[in-house]
């Protein structure tokens, strides 16, 4: 699939930061306003999506040497992995718990095990969605 | 506004049935796919609509919101059905790389012919 | 958890880890863990016995599913003391046996785990207070005997043994399933104990025949009582140490177990009693009839076996008269019965363990257990035969074995079960101690049909697979010890009988245990009584029958060969398959539209029928929100795009469609407060739009249906009835609500989870167990696109199938 459009391809460069940094926002944020673990990971596919759309594979390839496949199992590792901590302090299978923090300059932080278990999630969906696209249009 | 919804689903309930009796493999799954619509939008339309606020807690004094149920369990139902239309287009794919049809009578196996 | 339970899991534990034995390759032989595993369990089991003769019983529970009152509980008394002394005893002396017994080349690891397995399920079928439990471990008695039974699955001979046994043992356990589940209906309660406590005063409930006549039903498939003896024959196609210990020793008393266990429910009333003799003294009858005409070695022992347990099972059904009578002297008269029949279950394993593990020595060491071959190894192997010779003298009941003493016990029961005034017992009663001595005589003939035809007579070796020599002697320790224990149980019976016995009939009989003592003594010599007179007689007739064979065989002529039992079982599984092949045939078309509809007309028909039948089509448009045109508009747009579809002439414009129908639904999230579900049901239409397409670019251009105007208008008919349907109920449901909505709960999310996003809490906290699973379906999900996609097995598979 060889594509050849300069206005989408400048475009996409700009967008795809925006877009990364809108799935980070949205990972941070999930707990308290809309987003969270499953839309970061889906945000940030779709920015990969994007990008593999508009340049050719190998080019990404080169750009992002990482084995999706990888991430996904990484992150439903990590999903389960909170889980099972949870024993380690004695309570039940994926308890979480959180707490607040006084943190210079950013005020009152709120730390979760929660923040972990959604990184697996986020992890977890990304390696999936991509790996799903990219064993696709790999096999022509 | 309800009754609209409920209709509504009816109709992606029917449009959906009638693909998924059709004879090619993209129709079908394409008819899997407008089922998970019709779905989310009747579970969410079971939770009552425009009922309250949005369900994140902030102001003191709203004090009324929407179900959040039915919207997690949608959250859940949305990421799945991605995964099992992704599974079956594959199938389907394969299907017909290796048998050369995507006809579903012509799957069927050798023994009815 | 209790040490108890732990006796039924150690078994099951050692069964996962010797597959990991097995591989290191390790120079210990891989029956050394089962055996340690075996002797720990008896030994330790020993250790209970002086407790439990001073009528302790044990108590432990593990809470499993308690709202159905379903436990893990296992309960230990007499009567499962003495069973579970049997299955770890013989246990370790069969495993030491097959140690010499299989060769190297056998998959012994797959033997040892079934042997773990059934281990551990036996003793929890003996152990489990809970008839739940019970069930489930005597399923998996079942299972592990159809493996072991299949060991040598080569041969189309050892799996249809293995089917035989599994059809009929589960089905009759199933039949016992629905008793268990008719008795909790009616106590209200899983555990034996208390059924016992309370089912005595509910022998007029409708279901207590039932019940009772279905859970005889398991007991007597898995015991191999007549008419469904026809298993156990043919499970002797497995290797003899199973046969030793499945099918003679252990899984076969199981049903005599659960008959004893069962006796103070049902007992004391007049079906269970004709049932239980009636069938018993029939398959006792029936089996050493059929035992004697046999001439292979090991089907011959079969029909033995089951007539045995014919004799245990007619035992306990006299015995159980005894709860007829309440607490008097005439109930401990009666019950002496049952304590024969516990005496006897242990004689038993003593003497038929020894003799099948003489007639594997024979086979292992001269190829075959034809007896028309065999003769004259009396001189060759003078162990094996001096073995043989105790445990054939013992079955017969010949003095000085203890099978004397059992056999005599059990006389003096059919006699005095005639003096009974009750059951109709002056009428055919007297038939009870006429058919028992008859069959006693056929006992008599085929037990020395074991040792003459095979030890004396002229010894051929042309006949044989090769020249006879003693067995090796690690093969010989074990049937040496249980012939040990043959001389020297009729020698000391008064032990076994106090310490082991007494406290199992007291289990039997709980409320006579309370007051009275229910030993009894046994002596060798107790007068020329009826009993000892019909031994005499049973001797003076055998040695005729057996010497004079001609002038009797003709009886068997009599029964027409095509018309056994077994040509009853072949042609009914015979007929069941075709009846089935030609049905599903009928119907499984292996076209998906078909089965598609067979779901829908289901659906319609049954929810659609109910709907009028029960009249529950009613709603209201009071309650709704009201609608803005903006909203009109989106909803239209949906209905329009989606009719589409329909009609979409390339594939390109029915998945742009899709999209449409995608992103209008993200609105309606937007509409009706549900910011997560707008922003990922946009993140994710647009994923999948690009999925569609990379997959579309592989699939073949979208084509017009050619369907004939039949087919299209039962289509269109179909969905329009789905559809409506649909339409009806949601309207219905969404106008009643029968709860009160539990979300109020997940509105503290910032208390309880720390978070102010009530949906995203209850994704990660609440419900996080969901959204874990959901993680690793999507992982799977994943990967199963990835491994469609890359390996390819060659075309159609055929290098894996031809490996």
Redesign the interface.
């Known amino acids: 699939m060889k594509i050849n459009n300069v206005i989408l391809r400048t475009v996409t460069k700009i967008s795809v930061f925006i877009i990364l940094t809108l799935a980070v926002y949205l990972f941070f944020a999930g707990h308290n306003s809309p987003g969270g673990g499953f839309i970061a990971g889906l945000v940030l596919a779709a920015a990969f999506v994007l990008l593999f759309l508009v340049y050719d594979m190998d080019t990404i390839r080169k750009g992002i040497p990482i084995d999706f496949k990888k991430i996904a199992a990484f992150g439903a590792f990590l999903a389960v992995g909170t889980g099972f901590g949870a024993f380690v302090f004695d309570v039940p299978f994926l308890t979480q718990s959180f707490d607040y923090f006084e943190v210079p300059f950013f005020g009152e932080v709120e730390l979760s095990t929660v923040t972990i278990f959604e990184a697996g999630v986020s992890f977890a969906v990304v390696g999936v969605v991509i790996t799903i696209i990219l064993s696709i249009s790999e096999d022509v | 506004?309800?009754?609209?919804?409920?209709?509504?689903?009816?109709?992606?309930?029917?449009?959906a049935?009638?693909?998924?009796?059709?004879?090619?493999?993209?129709?079908?799954i394409?008819g899997t796919?407008?089922y998970s619509?019709a779905a989310?939008?009747?579970i969410?339309?079971?939770?009552g609509?425009?009922?309250?606020?949005?369900?994140?807690?902030?102001d003191e004094d709203i004090s009324t919101?929407?179900?959040?149920?039915p919207?997690?369990l949608?959250?859940?139902s949305?990421?799945?059905s991605?995964?099992?239309?992704?599974?079956v287009?594959?199938?389907?794919?394969?299907a017909?790389?290796?048998l050369g049809?995507?006809n579903?009578?012509e799957l069927?196996?050798s023994?009815?012919e | 958890m209790g040490t108890l339970n732990f006796i039924v899991l150690i078994p099951f534990l050692a069964a996962i880890f010797i597959p990991l034995f097995y591989k290191k390759g390790s120079r210990l032989h891989i029956g050394l863990l089962p055996m340690i595993v075996a002797v720990s369990l008896f030994i330790y089991l020993l250790t209970y016995i002086p407790q439990i003769a001073n009528g302790k019983t044990f108590l432990h529970t593990i809470s499993w599913i308690p709202s159905y009152g379903i436990n893990f509980t296992t309960y230990l008394d007499g009567l499962s003391l003495i069973l579970a002394l049997l299955i770890t005893g013989i246990g370790t002396l069969v495993i030491l046996y097959s140690i010499y017994y299989l060769s190297e080349n056998e998959q012994l690891g797959h033997f040892y785990t079934y042997l773990m397995l059934f281990m551990g399920a036996m003793l929890g079928v003996v152990l489990s207070d809970n008839m739940m439990g019970l069930y489930v471990f005597w399923e998996l008695t079942s299972i592990s005997s159809f493996l072991l039974i299949a060991f040598w699955y080569q041969r189309k001979r050892s799996r249809e043994g293995a089917q035989k046994s599994l059809l009929i043992t589960v089905s009759g356990g199933f039949g016992m399933l629905v008793g268990f589940l008719m008795i909790y209906s009616m106590t209200g309660t899983m555990s034996v104990r208390e059924v016992i406590q309370i089912m005595p005063g509910m022998t007029d409930h409708g279901l207590f025949v039932p019940a009772m006549l279905l859970i005889l039903l398991g007991a007597f498939t898995k015991s191999a009582q007549f008419p469904f003896h026809i298993w156990l024959p043919d499970a002797m196609e497995a290797p003899t140490p199973v046969s030793a210990y499945l099918h003679s020793a252990t899984m076969v008393k199981a049903g005599i177990y659960l008959v004893a266990r069962f006796t103070p429910v049902f007992g004391g009333d007049g079906i269970w009693f004709w049932v239980v003799t009636g069938v018993g003294l029939f398959t006792l009858f029936w089996g050493s009839f059929q035992a004697v005409r046999q001439t292979d070695l090991k089907a011959l022992l079969a029909f033995s076996t089951v007539s045995q347990l014919g004799m245990i099972m007619s035992m306990f059904g006299m015995g159980s008269v005894a709860l007829n009578f309440g607490y008097s002297t005439e109930s401990v008269f009666y019950s002496q019965a049952t304590f024969a029949a516990l005496f006897h279950l242990v004689n038993h394993s003593t003497f038929k363990g020894a003799l099948f593990m003489v007639v594997g020595i024979v086979d292992h060491e001269v190829g075959t257990r034809d007896i028309r071959r065999l003769g004259g190894l009396a001189t060759i192997m003078p162990i094996t035969f001096t073995i043989s010779l105790i445990g054939s003298f013992s079955m017969a009941g010949l003095p000085p074995f203890n099978g004397f003493l059992s056999k005599e016990m059990f006389f003096q029961a059919a006699v005095d079960i005639t003096e009974l005034g009750l059951f109709h017992m002056d009428t055919i009663g007297n038939l009870i101690p006429i058919l028992a001595w008859v069959a006693s005589i056929f006992t008599f003939v085929y037990s020395m049909i074991i040792v003459f035809q095979t030890f004396l007579g002229p010894y051929r070796e042309e006949r044989l697979e090769r020249p006879a020599s003693e067995g090796p002697g690690g093969m010989l320790i074990s049937p040496v010890i249980l012939a040990a224990f043959v001389v020297l149980i009729f020698f000391m019976p008064n032990v076994l009988g106090n310490y082991i016995i007494r406290p199992a009939v007291e289990s039997v009989f709980p409320t006579l245990a309370a007051e009275v003592d229910l030993g009894v003594k046994i002596s060798a010599w107790h007068g020329l009584n009826t009993a000892l007179w019909m031994t005499i007689g049973v001797i003076v007739l055998g040695i005729l029958l057996y010497s004079f064979p001609k002038a009797w065989r003709w009886i068997y002529a009599i029964f027409p060969t095509g018309w056994s039992l077994n040509s009853l079982y072949n042609f009914t599984l015979e007929q069941g398959v075709k009846f089935s092949r030609t049905f599903t045939n009928g119907y499984m078309t292996g076209l998906l539209r078909h089965y598609m509809m067979y779901i829908y007309l289901f659906f319609i028909v049954l929810v659609a029928g109910a709907f009028i039948l029960t009249g529950s089509y009613d709603f209201t448009i009071s309650g709704n929100a009201e609608i803005s045109t903006f909203e009109w508009i989106i909803a239209m747009t949906l209905i329009i795009a989606a009719v589409s579809i329909l009609f979409a002439k390339s594939r390109l414009t029915a998945i742009l469609l899709n999209s449409v129908l995608g992103y209008g639904v993200a609105l309606f999230f937007v509409i009706f407060r549900a910011p997560d579900l707008a922003l990922t049901q946009m993140v994710i239409e647009t994923v999948t739009t690009v999925l569609f397409l990379v997959a579309y670019y592989f699939l073949p251009e979208w084509k017009r249906e050619k369907e004939t105007r039949r087919i299209n208008m039962s289509k269109l008919f179909v969905s329009i009835g789905v559809g409506a349907t649909f339409t009806v109920v949601a309207l219905a449901v969404q106008n009643n609500r029968l709860f009160e909505r539990i979300s109020t709960y997940f509105e503290n999310s910032y208390e309880l989870a720390g978070g102010r996003n009530i949906v995203n809490t209850i994704l990660s906290d609440f419900r996080g167990f969901d959204t874990m699973l959901e993680v690793v379906v999507l992982l799977i999900a994943g990967l199963g696109v990835y491994s469609i996609i890359k390996l390819k097995a060659g075309k159609r598979g055929d290098k894996l199938e031809n490996q």
């Open positions: 506004m309800e009754t609209l919804m409920i209709i509504l689903t009816g109709v992606l309930v029917t449009i049935t009638y693909l998924v009796l059709s004879k090619s493999v993209i129709r079908v394409l796919a407008v619509h989310h939008l009747l969410i339309t079971m939770g609509l425009k009922t309250g606020n949005v369900p994140i807690l902030g919101f929407v179900d959040p149920l919207q997690a949608i959250l859940t949305i990421v799945i991605f995964a099992v239309t992704a599974l287009l594959v199938l389907a794919y394969r017909y790389q290796t049809t995507d579903m009578e069927r196996g023994k009815y």
